[in-house]
């Protein structure tokens, strides 16, 4: 069965610094997809990024990288020098498929980032 | 333009009541999705359509029952409401196995 771990319930960091975010995977698929989407107050939810099972390039776009590691089942999200825009919870997520050959999409509990000015 | 909307967006209601949440999507997508947001942010699927077709259907009461008039429209009728329903409710629509976009979301509080 497909679990999304994110162990960080919540994060507080002070303006400037950098914070990782941190998940963790389990699926028997060997092609799947992963996610990161973020959650503002305002309560929208935002893609940021997709990346498939066979693509362990990590990532960079703007103050956001991704470190994807398959040895470790993990999809790290590190923002750099964070600004209090950034807070927000983030979702980590899973997309492999159901027993119907379907996509199936499965959220971690989501980290609170507190950026505090 | 909003690629995936939501209405209402507020939805305050008595226990008892029936209700319906509607969801439309202008990205041309296949599959339509409705997810219910727990007041610990949980984030659950419900329910998933792939043109038209039910294809998944998750552990919920059959007080819930959505309907996909068309491949752009994926609607959550809400039957005899209890407390426990309230939450956040979003539909969400992806291409095949691409990035799902979300909704706006509609606040459901059963008083």
């Known amino acids: 069965a497909q679990k999304v771990t994110q162990a960080q319930t919540e994060i507080s960091v002070v303006e400037k610094e950098d914070v990782t975010l941190d998940c963790v995977y389990e699926?028997?698929?060997?092609?799947?997809?992963l996610f990161w989407y973020k959650q503002p107050p305002s309560g929208e939810l935002v893609f940021l990024i997709r990346r498939n099972s066979f693509d362990e390039q990590n990532e960079i776009s703007g103050r956001y990288s991704w470190n994807f590691q398959k040895s470790t089942s993990s999809f790290n999200f590190t923002i750099t020098a964070s600004q209090v825009v950034d807070s927000a919870v983030y979702f980590c997520a899973l997309s492999d498929t159901n027993s119907g050959g379907y996509q199936k999409v499965t959220f971690g509990t989501g980290t609170k980032l507190q950026v505090i000015p | 333009d909003t690629a995936v909307s939501q209405t209402p967006k507020y939805l305050v209601t008595q226990m008892g009541n029936d209700k319906s949440i509607k969801c439309e999507q202008n990205l041309g997508h296949d599959t339509m999705y409705w997810y219910k947001q727990d007041s610990k942010k949980f984030l659950k699927i419900m329910f998933s359509y792939n043109n038209k077709e039910l294809i998944i259907n998750e552990t919920v009461p059959n007080r819930f029952s959505p309907k996909s008039p068309d491949k752009a429209h994926l609607n959550l009728h809400i039957n005899s409401l209890e407390l426990g329903d309230s939450a956040v409710y979003f539909c969400?629509?992806?291409?095949?196995?691409?990035?799902?976009?979300f909704g706006p979301g509609t606040r459901l509080l059963v008083l």
């Open positions: 699926t028997r698929d060997t092609t799947y997809y």
């Open positions: 969400a629509s992806s291409q095949d196995r691409g990035s799902q976009y």
